[in-house]
């Protein structure tokens, strides 16, 4: 399994060549391209830890060792990072407005890691035709729509409020880098505008002296720098994660299972089967290799990272969109050059001068990520619809999916008792699956094989 085949005389391959995943360059051309992988998925995999009060570098270094884990478990035949999922974002803000901490945050997500290996062991023995049945496009894109946008409230009320300005300025930069820049630099624009965000922050406190606008910690309005590096100053250039999180937990803790909470969080084991499955189809795809063999061992060999990563306060995982851009642009495909990318991710996790320098963005440069990441995640509910030829000409479509997204995105909520209590994402991925197969099965539909040879169910 440790044997990569040198090809192309280990040089840059030429134009239309390309290097298979059990294959690699020279080991210093593999290394500047694991490198090139962790600049790839750096912005969004610390920037996601930080908005759901998780530690940016226990993010990072566990992004490492669970990029580590999926390759073993893969058996080096699936070339992909694990960074910071943000499937979770909005279950944790409602679990932390009910009133949860960081442990009832990784002990609810810890369980959905679990449900996702066992969905990937699944899958593994029994195929995939059990979870489109289940599952079909119209009901997973209704879901990653209603969880992305059930996150709108936290960028209106949290982050935004903290710099209107610089966070206009950030979302624009943020949008422009994306689209107008070309290959590499348009997959590292979230990164691109932290850093612009950054700076500019930094101008603002030098010319027009602090700001006046709403701290959460503080949970008042308070004149403030943007941007305070008193505990950057402090922090050890190396070191393990530690410390205490803004809540008081401590940054490695054990967690902490409540059932409310895990059901706030199941919904985004969905989205992760979806990001999941669409990956390694990509990854496919681009390669030309057979990957359905391995497609239960991404999914479980996911969750059973997200679960280690928060049984020690850890972030929740997710294979990397921004790393198979990457791919896409250099057809190298060598998971040689990712266990460097996860190497050079766990050095960075032991560096808490670096987490310092994360945990002292200012708060409007989030408000300017977050604005444009999380309608992204809620337009990728959009994404799977378009690309599975949803009929919304069909009642099924409509009828079926429509109250479950207004409930999610509302955080409608159905009580059951002072102790107990559905609401927002939770229960709004209940009535999209149930709503939408108590009508679809009322009317008995035909079968049919879309574009990837799979058998999905459409309403006649």
Same mark, same amino acid.
């Given at each position: 399994m440790f044997k990569w085949d040198v090809v192309h005389d280990g040089r840059t391959p030429p134009p239309g060549e390309a290097v298979g995943p059990r294959e690699r360059l020279s080991w210093g051309r593999t290394a500047g391209l694991g490198a090139q992988h962790v600049v790839a998925m750096f912005g969004a995999t610390f920037v996601f830890p930080v908005v759901m009060g998780l530690d940016p570098n226990l993010a990072i270094l566990f992004s490492g060792i669970c990029t580590i884990m999926f390759l073993l478990i893969t058996n080096n035949m699936v070339p992909s990072y694990l960074g910071t999922s943000a499937s979770f974002v909005a279950a944790v803000a409602a679990i932390r407005s009910q009133g949860g901490d960081s442990a009832d945050v990784t002990g609810a997500i810890l369980v959905a890691g679990l449900v996702l290996a066992v969905v990937g062991v699944a899958v593994h023995f029994a195929g995939t035709s059990f979870l489109h049945k289940l599952l079909p496009p119209a009901v997973t894109g209704a879901v990653v729509m209603l969880i992305g946008f059930n996150l709108a409230p936290v960028v209106a009320g949290v982050y935004w409020p903290q710099d209107q300005w610089i966070a206009l300025l950030t979302a624009g930069v943020m949008v422009a880098a994306a689209v107008l820049l070309p290959g590499f630099w348009g997959r590292i624009?979230?990164? /691109?505008? /932290?850093i612009f965000g950054y700076v500019v922050s930094w101008l603002a406190d030098v010319v027009f002296g602090p700001i006046t606008s709403f701290v959460p910690a503080a949970g008042e309005e308070v004149a403030h720098d943007r941007v305070s590096w008193a505990a950057v100053e402090a922090a050890d250039w190396v070191g393990f994660p530690s410390g205490d999180l803004a809540d008081g937990v401590s940054v490695v803790h054990g967690p902490s299972f409540s059932l409310t909470f895990i059901l706030l969080v199941l919904p985004g084991v969905i989205a992760l089967i979806a990001e999941n499955t669409g990956h390694v189809k990509a990854v496919a795809e681009m390669t030309g290799d057979d990957l359905d063999p391995y497609m239960g061992r991404a999914i479980g060999a996911d969750g059973l990272a997200t679960a280690f990563a928060s049984a020690f306060g850890g972030s929740p995982t997710t294979t990397y969109a921004e790393n198979i851009g990457v791919m896409s642009a250099t057809r190298i495909y060598s998971t040689a050059a990712y266990y460097f990318a996860a190497l050079v991710a766990i050095l960075l996790g032991l560096c808490p001068k670096f987490g310092a320098i994360v945990n002292a963005i200012p708060g409007g440069v989030l408000g300017g990520i977050t604005v444009v990441l999380y309608g992204m995640i809620g337009l990728v509910g959009a994404k799977i619809w378009v690309e599975n030829r949803v009929d919304f000409g069909d009642p099924i479509n409509i009828v079926g999916l429509a109250a479950g997204i207004i409930i999610g995105?509302?955080?409608?909520?159905?009580?059951?008792?002072?102790?107990?209590?559905?609401?927002?994402?939770? /229960?709004?991925?209940?009535?999209?699956?149930v709503f939408y197969h108590l009508v679809a099965w009322k009317r008995p539909g035909t079968r049919r094989t879309d574009e990837g040879g799979e058998e999905v169910t459409r309403a006649l």
């Open positions: 624009a979230v990164l /691109l505008a /932290l995105v509302g955080n409608v909520t159905l009580v059951f008792s002072d102790d107990f209590q559905l609401g927002g994402i939770a /229960l709004g991925t209940i009535v999209v699956i």
